[in-house]
């Protein structure tokens, strides 16, 4: 596609239930990654795809958040038994990963924004 | 460890006035990337600016200039005739030569009065 694309692009969840985000990069680009916006705040790395690499999961912040990646393609973002601390933006980029992401710029989506109650 | 302060959380001007965002970075880092992002109201992060840390030569895109200076690791964006569509979240973000993590100051929210 043109650009990153996410969805949903609004979630509203009650405390406890588990939520997946997906997002579909920039076709062609093999670098993925996921960061956090919450309110008033800059973003948080949670995790970065890189090929078939295993994935950089050094950002995530309980083991209630995971994410997957369909090969070069779809990720998603999922978060169990989710708590009201995980009100945020979740914001996703990708890269082209030619270097394995180095250096590169990352174009982000619209994110997805979670409201849990 | 990577930082990136943005000392200014709000900044509001009136239209077709001149406005510096400023950004200090810390990275024990020889070679690493600095960037500017904008985030309209509309939430989605508009990629502005790339440099790396070998190219300390200041740029001009329109309206829009960058002052890139290793010896005070700031690298400040410009807006010069201010629009009302400018209006927006300003990030200024570090990615250094080891990862592909960006690190992010908090934003610096800009208002365009008419």
């Known amino acids: 596609g043109a650009g990153v694309s996410q969805s949903p692009s609004n979630k509203v969840t009650e405390k406890g239930k588990d939520v997946e985000l997906r997002c579909d990069p920039i076709?062609?680009?093999?670098?993925l990654y996921w960061y956090r916006q919450r309110l008033g705040q800059g973003l948080e790395f949670l995790i970065y795809?890189?090929?078939?690499?295993?994935?950089?999961k050094s950002g995530l912040p309980s083991d209630r958040f995971s994410a997957e990646r369909t090969g070069e393609s779809v990720s998603t973002l999922t978060i169990q038994r989710t708590q009201q601390e995980d009100s945020a933006v979740y914001l996703c980029?990708?890269?082209?990963?030619?270097?394995?992401?180095?250096?590169?710029?990352?174009?982000f989506g619209p994110g997805t924004r979670l409201l849990v109650l | 460890a990577q930082k990136v302060t943005q000392a200014q959380t709000e900044i509001s001007v009136v239209e077709k006035e001149d406005v510096t965002l400023d950004c200090v970075y810390e990275?024990?880092?020889?070679?690493?990337?600095l960037f500017w992002y904008k985030q309209p109201p509309s939430g989605e992060l508009v990629f502005l600016i790339r440099?790396?840390?070998?190219?300390?030569q200041n740029e001009i895109s329109g309206r829009y200039s960058w002052n890139f200076q290793k010896s005070t690791s700031s690298f400040n964006f410009t807006i010069t005739a201010s629009q009302v569509v400018d209006s927006a979240v300003y990030f200024c973000?570090?990615?250094?030569?080891?990862?592909?993590?960006?690190?992010f100051g908090k934003g610096i929210t800009l208002s365009v009065r008419p």
């Open positions: 440099r790396n840390s070998f190219d300390e």
């Open positions: 076709s062609g680009h093999t670098a």
């Open positions: 973000a570090l990615l250094t030569g080891a990862n592909s993590k960006l690190t």
């Open positions: 980029a990708s890269s082209l990963g030619e270097r394995g992401g180095v250096g590169e710029t990352q174009y």
């Open positions: 795809f890189q090929g078939n690499s295993a994935p950089d």
């Open positions: 990275t024990r880092d020889t070679t690493y990337y």
